[in-house]
């Protein structure tokens, strides 16, 4: 059987070469008989591969135990297109069919594992570092949400009441309700006068006793140091 005299990566001349030997009626076999089908079987069982990786690792419509069972089936398919197209590619030289085959699939297996890392990168959103201005903005935004006050913590603002809709049907008027809340201030005690010594003191500070005479306060004289204070007294 003749030997090729090219090699596999002269593409041009090695195909002119085999279609030749092909269409040779004096030389034995047909290599595009089993190149072509060889090819499309490849071809066909690589996409079905690729898609299935897809499906598992991308879109996980597939577990992983599934889609590794998927794979490992259909590889052999793959391995075995790409072994016909290699054994008439090279003119049925075993050796050298061999030696293509191992070459095309470690080529299709690294070309497809960059892709998919690729892929999954740019669909992830991780294969960029975010920019410093971004980040200086993104910081910038945090820090001023952070020192903006809350509005629950305002003192002295009027308590909103509930919306009214006054008007009749075709005349709505929406007036806003507003409630002031009052709040109360505790009084301080006043001193007063003690009416057995006239010493003066405030009765809640000395447990409601003279501190010069000891004499107990009496009990008008609390209710006078505890009563609120007139304004007009002031």
């Not at 590794?68 to 197209?85: D, K, Q």
């Not at 992830?124 to 570092?129: I, K, M, N, T």
Request: aromatic share 8%; net charge neutral.
């Amino acid at each position: 059987m003749p030997q090729s005299h090219y090699r596999a990566r002269e593409v041009g001349a090695k195909t002119k070469e085999v279609v030749a030997y092909d269409h040779d009626p004096s030389l034995p076999g047909k290599p595009l008989h089993i190149l072509i089908p060889g090819g499309l079987v490849a071809l066909a069982s690589l996409a079905v591969i690729v898609f299935v990786a897809y499906l598992t690792w991308f879109q996980g419509e597939l577990n992983q135990g599934t889609g590794l069972l998927l794979i490992g089936l259909l590889a052999p398919f793959y391995v075995g297109g790409v072994f016909l197209f290699s054994y008439g590619y090279e003119l049925y030289n075993i050796p050298r069919a061999l030696r293509l085959t191992a070459i095309i699939v470690f080529l299709t297996v690294g070309a497809v594992v960059i892709v998919a890392v690729l892929f999954f990168l740019l669909g992830s959103g991780r294969g960029f570092p975010e920019s410093s201005s971004n980040k200086k903005s993104s910081g910038k935004t945090k820090t001023e949400a952070r020192n903006i006050p809350s509005s629950s913590g305002n003192v002295g603002m009027p308590n909103m009441g509930p919306i009214v809709v006054l008007g009749g049907p075709g005349r709505t008027h929406t007036r806003e309700v507003t409630r002031e809340v009052v709040k109360e201030v505790p009084v301080a005690p006043r001193s007063i006068d003690c009416p057995y010594c006239g010493r003066s003191y405030v009765p809640a500070e000395q447990d409601y006793a003279c501190p010069a005479c000891g004499a107990a306060t009496p009990p008008e004289l609390i209710e006078q140091s505890e009563k609120p204070q007139d304004r007009s007294e002031n």
